[in-house]
């Protein structure tokens, strides 16, 4: 299996658009999870979803962010617009079974807003 | 606990030797843990995990030890390389639910 796989490696837009991340994560995973990565706060986790389904969003820091994850091989997440603050290396995590077990990273998503 | 990566701890050890990387966890009632070992660019990666049945667990060329009494964990690297050098995270299943928490974090350094 190739892992979990995000797009894109890197991704420096300008405050005020649209940047959707995208993630496929190894298949027969039942989690998928989204997490920030800063110097100033560590890992966080954003939003996590079981078979699909949204289950826990409390860490999605504001309205601007979304997440979605249409079938069991793909999801995105959204922020709309964007700021500086949101500058911050984003992964994609998934687990097989019921949660709280080994999550599987992804190489993450290097953002920088300017 | 929480991760906070203000200020990362950080561990430096003398190619060849054994490091040793320990890790406070919060809740009680987590039964699940695992070391992360992340180096710069890349995600966290598995190396290791233990159940709360147990006390030490071995993999190749890493040992877990697991002290539930004063909830403690630790990561021992025999023989440390190079390659070892990186963040090493340790996270617990805390409530038990669907997530995993993250420690902050102890950057392995090794020096020449």
């Known amino acids: 299996d190739a892992g979990v796989i995000q797009s894109p490696r890197h991704e420096v837009t300008e405050m005020g658009q649209e940047v959707t991340l995208r993630c496929k994560p190894i298949?027969?995973?039942?989690?998928l999870f989204w997490y920030r990565q800063t110097m100033m706060r560590g890992l966080e986790l954003l939003i996590y979803?079981?078979?699909?389904?949204?289950?826990?969003d409390s860490g999605m820091p504001e309205d601007r962010f979304s997440a979605k994850m249409p079938n069991a091989s793909f999801s995105t997440l959204k922020i709309q617009p964007s700021e500086p603050r949101d500058s911050a290396v984003y992964f994609c995590?998934?687990?097989?079974?019921?949660?709280?077990?080994?999550?599987?990273f992804g190489p993450g998503t290097r953002l920088l807003v300017l | 606990g929480e991760s906070v990566g203000l200020h990362l701890p950080t561990l430096s050890v003398q190619e060849g030797d054994n490091s040793i990387i320990n890790c406070a966890y919060s809740?009680?009632?987590?039964?699940?843990f695992i070391w992360y070992k992340q180096e710069s660019g890349k995600g966290p990666q598995f190396i290791i995990d233990?159940?709360?049945?147990?006390d030490k667990r071995q993999g190749q060329r890493v040992t877990v030890l697991l002290n539930k009494t004063v909830k403690h964990l630790s990561l021992q690297i025999a023989a440390t390389q190079p390659g070892d050098s990186a963040v090493y995270f340790c996270a617990e299943n805390g409530n038990r639910d669907d997530k995993i928490i993250f420690g902050k974090g102890t950057r392995l350094h090794i020096l020449p």
């Open positions: 298949s027969g995973h039942d989690y």
């Open positions: 995590a998934s687990s097989l079974g019921q949660g709280g077990e080994t999550q599987y």
């Open positions: 809740n009680s009632a987590s039964d699940y």
């Open positions: 979803f079981n078979n699909n389904v949204p289950i826990d």
């Open positions: 233990i159940r709360s049945n147990m």
